[in-house]
C-alpha cells in the first residue's frame, strides 16, 4: 500500500490544475457517480474522486477527438453524446 502511495504522490507532483467551472448538475452527478465508484471498487487501494472522473473524461476526449465535431459547447457536446448512445446502443444488439 505505501507503494501506491508513492506513485500516486509522484503523479500529482506531475499534474497541473485546471480551473473549470461546472454547472449544478454536472457538479452533483459527479460527486454522485464519484461516491458510487469508490462504494463499488473491488480492490480500496486509490480513492476515486471528482478529479479522478474529469481526467479520466479528459482522457477519453484526449484519445478520440474526432467525438468533438461541432461550432459550439452544445454542438459539441450533443454530436459526441449521440455517438456514444450510437456505440453503446450497437454494442447492446452484439450481445
Known amino acids: 500500500m505505501a507503494g501506491n502511495s508513492a ?3 509522484a503523479m500529482q507532483s506531475e499534474e497541473r490544475p485546471k480551473w473549470v467551472p461546472l454547472r449544478e448538475d454536472q457538479h452533483s452527478e459527479l460527486s454522485v457517480i464519484a461516491r458510487e465508484l469508490m462504494v ?3 480492490q480500496k487501494t486509490e ?3 471528482e478529479n479522478t472522473v474529469i ?3 479528459i482522457d ?3 484519445r478520440h477527438p474526432e467525438l468533438l465535431v ?3 459547447e452544445d454542438d459539441l457536446r450533443t454530436n459526441m453524446l ?3 448512445e450510437q456505440l453503446l446502443e450497437r454494442e447492446r444488439e452484439d450481445q
Open 47 to 49: 480513492r476515486i474522486t
Open 70 to 72: 461541432g461550432d459550439t
Open 7 to 9: 506513485k500516486r504522490k
Open 60 to 62: 477519453l476526449v484526449i
Open 40 to 42: 463499488a471498487r473491488s
Open 82 to 84: 449521440g455517438r456514444v
Open 55 to 57: 481526467r479520466v473524461a
